[in-house]
């Protein structure tokens, strides 16, 4: 298994439940090192195609390559770390006794769960029964879990549900850490806010199709949405300076990504304006954004697929802010 191979690739990926197709012919090439965000709405597919990655669910068409390998029917790929939407445990066992269960399973030293029993803060309830667990408390011991072996590839189906912002920022320290270190990470998730600042590239599917790919500026460049930019005084500003008038809508400026830099540039070169607030599209923004279009196509009987390209070798290089 070479470490330039990408951490996934999926080409052509199709799958159906009986008459119902849930996956159109994905695409995706993951670099090692690289934090996706797999988005979309409740049933886009989102599970389903972590289940392919995973080697439980083999796709109807296509072909699922994972660390360099490519997965048969049926074969499970190694190296991965998983943490399951909704995870529960045997609740008899302790916490303790559930990451040693999971260390001895594979092939970890007893010290490497007492590291992560410290690490995330469990050391207080370590010998209590995970019945007595919290939620928050669960999923942190899954996510110890996921990531016990040390894996290449770390797959999390709603990783934040339940945890308060501290233990969801503590999450995402942890997934950068192992990100920096050059395991690839898929977050599946609706809490679009918390994954933003973390993620290279994200995907977001709607009716088991890939409607947008790209890192957080080439969504945005991909996106018709607009920055908002605001200052004090604005109307006078605006009526002494013929060219904003063009950009000028109910007490604002808004302009498109490509003409952001342009406008800043006038405001302060010719309107001597230094203090004001830019207001970029956020991630939902973008999310919302490719959702309408979805339905507003599927309303007029049309399919709907946004202009998407794929990098056969993306890297964070490819990241611009
Ligand atoms: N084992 C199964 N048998 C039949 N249909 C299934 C099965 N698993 C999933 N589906 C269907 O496939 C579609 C996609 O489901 P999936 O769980 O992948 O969606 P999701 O994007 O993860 O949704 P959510 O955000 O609600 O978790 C849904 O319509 C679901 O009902």
């Not at 090692?32 to 392919?52: D, P, Q, V």
């Not at 999390?156 to 339940?162: K, M």
């Not at 309303?299 to 964070?316: A, K, R, V």
Request: glycine share 8%; proline share 4%; net charge neutral.
């Amino acid at each position: 298994m070479s470490e330039l191979e990408p951490a996934v690739r999926l080409a052509g990926v199709s799958h159906h439940f009986a008459e119902q197709r849930v996956l159109h012919d994905v695409e995706l090439v993951l670099a090692r090192g690289t934090t996706l965000a797999l988005l979309g709405h409740n049933g886009a597919g989102k599970s389903t195609l972590m289940k392919m990655i995973l080697g439980l669910i083999s796709p109807a068409q296509g072909q699922v390559e994972v660390l360099g390998q490519r997965l048969q029917c049926g074969e499970r790929p190694t190296s991965i770390g998983y943490l399951p939407e909704n995870i529960n445990f045997y609740d008899k066992l302790t916490g303790h006794e559930v990451l040693s269960y999971f260390a001895a399973l594979k092939g970890e030293r007893s010290t490497r769960v007492s590291q992560l029993i410290e690490e995330f803060g469990l050391g207080y309830a370590q010998h209590k029964p995970v019945k007595s667990y919290s939620k928050g408390m669960k999923q942190r011991l899954g996510f110890a879990q996921a990531i016990i072996a040390q894996p290449k590839l770390l797959l999390l189906d709603e990783p934040t549900v339940g945890l308060d912002p501290q233990a969801s920022q503590f999450l995402y320290s942890k997934v950068n850490q192992l990100r920096d270190q050059g395991c690839a990470v898929i977050i599946c998730t609706h809490e679009l806010n918390l994954v933003e600042p973390h993620l290279d590239v994200a995907m977001m599917l709607g009716r088991g199709r890939c409607l947008a790919f790209g890192s957080l500026a080439q969504l945005l460049a991909q996106s018709e949405l607009g920055v908002q930019i605001t200052f004090n005084a604005i109307e006078s500003v605006v009526s002494k300076h013929a060219p904003l008038a063009e950009f000028y809508h109910q007490g604002d400026l808004r302009c498109s990504i490509s003409q952001r830099a342009w406008l800043i540039q006038y405001l302060t070169r010719e309107c001597g304006i230094f203090d004001f607030d830019i207001k970029n599209p956020c991630l939902a923004d973008i999310y919302n954004e490719k959702m309408t279009q979805m339905q507003s196509c599927n309303e007029q009987g049309l399919s709907f697929t946004s202009s998407i390209s794929y990098s056969s070798n993306w890297s964070l290089n490819n990241v611009t802010p």
